[in-house]
């Protein structure tokens, strides 16, 4: 039985460039950051946080598996401190859309370095 989400991999153009979006525009940590033959893995997360993202190079991957969708999975992060989020990316000139109000409360979204965008909402403790 699945118990958790455990990795979401993320395929990218350029994983340094990401990895330093994710490192400095979002203050994820690096777990782990290796190369296996042609493959570098980089895996980052929130501090503390039990699901972590995977960087992976898309030619690569596209080289390996044709057939694969390679599309940027629909991500959404919660934050206990949801608009002190939104300012701070602002700050560091990541492209941040309106907060808007849904049904499962607030959220905005936000755009990485090879424009994929990524969803935060509004959660307490």
């Known amino acids: ?9 993320l395929y990218v153009n350029n994983q340094e460039e990401s990895k330093d979006f ?13 190369t296996n033959g042609p493959m570098r893995f980089i895996e ?3 501090k503390g ?11 690569l ?18 934050s206990d401190h949801f608009d002190q989020l939104n300012q701070e990316l602002k700050n560091k000139n990541v ?9 499962g409360g607030r959220v905005f979204n936000f755009a990485d370095s090879e424009n994929n965008y990524f969803a935060v909402m509004e959660k307490g403790q």
């Open 1 to 9: 039985m699945i118990n958790k989400v455990g990795q979401v991999m």
């Open 22 to 34: 994710w490192t400095e525009k979002l203050g994820f940590e690096v777990i782990l950051d290796e």
């Open 44 to 46: 980052l997360a929130p």
């Open 49 to 59: 946080a039990a699901t972590s993202i995977v960087l992976h190079n898309k030619e």
């Open 61 to 78: 991957v596209a080289q390996m598996n044709p057939e694969m969708n390679l599309g940027t999975p629909s991500l959404m992060f919660f």
């Open 95 to 103: 492209t941040v859309g309106d907060i808007v109000e849904i049904p």
